[in-house]
């Protein structure tokens, strides 16, 4: 089992729709998730992280954390041809490596 | 003023050269990273480096070698370069070795090993 894993994509939504992506990560003990965001050619940025089970909101996005079902997601409302990009989840274990744990991200293609 | 930059972006070379990729930040930061990108997008961390020290070293062949003059340079050079190699290398930092700080990456380093 992969230590961080997403669904490659890609996730296709028209303008205006909420996309929803997911994570699911193995490590019991990873303590704080984090959401970048990739365009093509270009580096990853933070926009999102999350600490505590429950819901973080800010602006058109929404991170949702499950601790006991070991999952993460991003909600990105009104979705935006600009918002077509890679989506990487990236998790703090707190025991092992002490960097973060990405997955290799999901593919949003928002269509106009 | 660019925050993490990483020269060159582009780098196209043969099989079994030496190269080096340089990066610098102007933020401040204590903590430096090394990471790998693959074609899948899938971003591996290589080194780490907190104030000049060695902090990371994951299972990179010793032909990877980084190199940290000051806390605001990390550089990483590569010997007898193989096919393998090939991927964007991604340079970041962030103010402490906490994790849970924003990483500010650079642009990146395309490797295309011929």
């Known amino acids: 089992q992969k230590e961080v894993e997403q669904n490659s994509g890609p996730l296709s939504v028209p303008e205006g729709a909420i996309a929803s992506l997911n994570c699911t990560y193995s490590?019991?003990?990873?303590?704080?998730f984090f959401w970048y965001r990739q365009y093509s050619g270009k580096s990853p940025e933070l926009i999102m992280s999350i600490y505590s089970n429950g819901d973080k909101e800010d602006g058109r996005f929404t991170a949702q954390l499950n601790k006991a079902s070991q999952y993460v997601s991003l909600l990105i409302r009104d979705s935006q041809p600009s918002d077509s990009a890679t989506y990487l989840c990236a998790v703090n274990r707190r025991t092992g490596r002490r960097a973060l744990t990405f997955g290799s991200g999901t593919r949003l293609q928002v269509q106009p | 003023d660019t925050a993490v930059s990483q020269t060159p972006k582009y780098l196209v070379t043969q099989m079994g050269n030496d190269k080096s990729i340089k990066c610098e930040q102007n933020l401040g930061h204590d903590t430096m990273y090394w990471y790998k990108q693959d074609s899948k997008k899938f971003l591996k961390i290589m080194f780490s480096?907190?104030?000049?020290?060695?902090?990371i070293n994951e299972t990179v062949p010793n032909r990877f070698s980084p190199k940290s003059p000051d806390k605001a340079h990390l550089n990483l050079h590569i010997n007898s370069l193989e096919l393998g190699d090939s991927a964007v290398y991604f340079c970041?930092?962030?103010?402490?070795?906490?994790?849970?700080?924003?990483?500010?990456f650079g642009s990146g380093t395309q490797l295309s090993v011929l």
């Open positions: 480096y907190n104030n000049k020290e060695l902090i």
């Open positions: 970041a930092s962030s103010p402490t070795m906490n994790l849970d700080e924003k990483l500010f």
């Open positions: 490590d019991r003990g990873s303590q704080s």
